[in-house]
């Protein structure tokens, strides 16, 4: 068995070093491939079993971390039909001034944290937590406004716009740093889709504006106290890459698409400067056969041994349509020892 070794490993990765071994990132995988690693198939719906699947499945995987959210922040909106596909403009509930002051904002001193301790009682010996929010603060005022009158919002009530922002990222802000406070926690994580692939969804104007402040200082207190911090967006990030680590500080950058950069002229762009997390393309990780996703990790892999600060993946998580065999072809080509338990 392949035991966890955060500080030598994951760690070293988003501090843009060589790890002690070749080693693996994902944000997040389905409840099916959650069974698989894990062997176990859950028999109730109660939370401290998923949480006990969770850490199995990514200890088993042979991840150094595992990813939750440690505490019960959410913002309420009006909710989306399916989870598989939905649209942006879906279940607005703050349209104007009256709906904000309407709206109820959660009470950041009430937020419970239980989670946290209940992961603390599992998880094992070297491995340390990802922790991070419901959504990010455009993905969370996006499904409070819709996108449609966020933009028309941005252009008639800009002060409006600007309140709204600031009530969602000074939660998130706290949330996550109230968990940086406990020793198991060892990664801040950023999970906010900013863009498209042709272009982000808000100006890059806005983006400076709105929302890398409040990343900004998440990154500062992360970096205060000794951890390290990632970020998981979908989108064209081209004109704004390098104000990910020069402005705002992060450590780790995850998603990547073939269709829009290819992981591996991303790391000749930027690794070194950030972490690149993952980049196994998800049209290429669910349809080639094994064997060629076997041969473009190894590649991969040599791409970057000498220089360090990569970690193997998919290029955004492993979703329920992702054949398992090639999952584990991924696994296997830096756990060659791979088996299930």
């Not at 440690?70 to 909710?79: E, S, V, Y």
Request: glycine share 8%; charged share 30%.
């Amino acid at each position: 068995m392949r035991e966890p070794d955060f500080e030598n490993n994951i760690k070293q990765v988003f501090l843009k070093k060589r790890p002690a071994r070749p080693t693996l990132f994902e944000f997040l995988i389905s409840d099916e491939a959650e069974e698989f690693l894990s062997g176990y198939k859950l028999k109730d719906d109660l939370p401290e079993e998923k949480i006990k699947r969770k850490i199995k499945a990514y200890y088993n995987g042979g991840y150094d971390y595992v990813p939750f959210i440690l505490g019960d922040l959410w913002f309420t909106n009006g909710g989306v039909e399916t989870e598989e596909t939905y649209s942006l403009n879906q279940g607005a509930v703050i349209t104007d001034r009256n709906s904000f002051d309407e709206y109820p904002w959660p009470d950041m001193d009430k937020v419970n944290y239980g989670t946290l301790d209940i992961v603390k009682k599992y998880l094992p010996d070297g491995m340390k937590i990802l922790s991070y929010c419901p959504n990010g603060i455009l993905e969370n005022v996006i499904a409070l406004c819709g996108y449609e009158i966020l933009c028309f919002m941005l252009a008639d009530d800009r002060g409006l716009a600007e309140r709204i922002f600031g009530e969602v990222g000074t939660r998130i802000e706290r949330f996550i740093t109230e968990t940086l406070k406990d020793p198991a926690v060892g990664i801040a994580f950023c999970n906010d889709d900013w863009g498209f692939n042709s272009s982000t969804m808000l100006s890059h104007d806005d983006l400076r504006k709105l929302i890398y402040p409040y990343y900004k200082r998440l990154a500062e207190k992360t970096h205060e106290a000794g951890k390290v911090i990632g970020m998981h967006s979908c989108g064209n990030f081209s004109g704004i890459f390098s104000e990910l680590y020069d402005v705002i500080g992060i450590d780790g950058k995850h998603s990547y698409e073939d269709s829009i950069m290819p992981v591996e002229k991303a790391y000749d762009m930027y690794g070194g400067k950030i972490a690149v997390l993952g980049g196994i393309d998800m049209n290429f990780l669910s349809r080639k056969s094994d064997e060629e996703i076997s041969a473009r990790c190894k590649k991969m892999l040599e791409k970057t041994e000498e220089k360090g600060g990569y970690a193997l993946g998919s290029g955004n998580s492993i979703a329920k349509f992702v054949p398992l065999k090639n999952y584990v072809a991924m696994i296997k080509t830096v756990y060659p020892e791979f088996k299930l338990v």
